[in-house]
């Protein structure tokens, strides 16, 4: 499915994979109009979170099989948009990568997010609230905790946890998010949920959030662009039509997502209501393209439709990679459109490090492309 990047025995000189993806997040940070200096800081913070796999020479394999990307890279980065604003730029880490079991990587990534609350002084109440439910003894799973970093002007970014409703068997995931929202406080959340194939991800944000939410992320399997639009449970929610069509931007010409799923996320802010807050449909738009230059051209059409400028898009995969985006696919992993109360749309791009290798090209992307993850 891959080519390798480099092969080999490790040479003098070899990047790791800290200062490999550390660079990328420079460039990214240069782009989106942040600073040399916040840069310099998250850059840092980002080859910290990695610990001991930051100093892994890129000649040898992934130190892990993760399925944070498709070649395994434990880092993930994307710009989220709004109307007449700069982006913001995100990453996401696998902080555990590399060690041996879930139940380590989930240690070490705890350690990780104390380390932030010591450096930037937030507290993780939530996060305690959950610690048995998703971090047991012997946890079952895809993965144990995966830690993003929303990069701000200043060098205190936001900080948000991904958890796996599958800690205790994938049977049991539905009654994880259940009782993991008993918990916080939103008794009978789970029960406006629309029907789902799946639960792949329980997220919490930490630290300096205006609201900080709980995010249920649901997996769908051969969605339809009908379908994605009554999953919303927003009151009042996003107009369906508007849902509708950017489930047709995203994916093509694919009437249904029947290869990697779509996802829809459902953030509750309020114990007071049941009903959620915000509400964002996922399209894995490399498995409905046939190369990034075509995921390239929708993001930018998604883009402009919400009166958004799309020049950062290509700057920022040139910070990326210096390949042509019809070379491969993948680059651009998911389009995103976020609602949320009392703000305005939010179209997020994904994407990928590509440290270890490039997907080559889709042939038949929108009927033979078949789930990794």
Wanted: aromatic share 6%; net charge neutral; glycine share 10%.
């Amino acid at each position: 499915m891959t080519a390798p990047r480099a092969g080999g025995g490790v040479l003098p000189g070899t990047p790791t994979l800290g200062a490999f993806t550390s660079a990328q997040l420079r460039r990214l940070c240069a782009v989106a109009g942040l600073s040399e200096a916040d840069a310099d800081t998250y850059a840092g913070v980002l080859s910290e979170s990695l610990g001991p796999a930051a100093g892994r020479p890129l000649d040898l394999p992934p130190p892990s099989r993760t399925f944070l990307s498709d070649d395994h890279t434990p880092v993930e980065f994307s710009l989220s948009f709004r109307p007449d604003a700069a982006p913001a730029v995100r990453v996401l880490v696998e902080p555990g990568c590399g060690a041996a079991g879930l139940a380590r990587n989930g240690r070490a990534g705890l350690a990780a997010v104390r380390a932030m609350t010591r450096r930037w002084n937030f507290g993780t109440d939530t996060l305690d609230a959950l610690e048995d439910l998703f971090l047991p003894p012997e946890p079952q799973g895809a993965l144990a905790l995966w830690c993003a970093l929303e990069l701000r002007p200043g060098g205190v970014p936001g900080v948000k946890v991904y958890l796996d409703p599958a800690a205790n068997g994938a049977e049991r995931s539905a009654g994880t998010v259940r009782e993991a929202l008993r918990r916080l406080g939103h008794h009978n959340a789970f029960d406006v949920l629309p029907e789902a194939d799946g639960y792949p991800f329980l997220a919490l944000d930490l630290g300096d959030w205006d609201e900080p939410r709980v995010k249920i992320y649901l997996r769908h399997d051969d969605l339809s662009a009908a379908g994605a639009a009554r999953l919303s449970r927003m009151h009042p929610g996003p107009d369906p039509a508007s849902i509708e069509a950017f489930h047709r931007a995203a994916a093509g010409d694919a009437p249904l997502l029947t290869g990697r799923p779509g996802l829809t996320c459902h953030s509750f802010t309020h114990t007071g209501t049941a009903w959620p807050s915000g509400f964002t449909l996922h399209i894995p738009v490399r498995d409905y393209a046939e190369h990034d230059g075509e995921a390239l051209a929708r993001a930018t059409r998604v883009l402009h439709r919400y009166g958004i400028d799309a020049g950062v898009l290509p700057l920022a995969l040139a910070a990326l990679t210096p390949r042509r985006p019809e070379a491969g696919v993948g680059l651009i992993a998911y389009l995103a459109l976020a609602h949320q109360q009392d703000r305005p749309p939010r179209v997020t791009t994904y994407l990928s490090s590509e440290a270890y290798a490039v997907r080559p090209p889709n042939k038949t992307p929108a009927r033979s492309a078949q789930p990794v993850h």
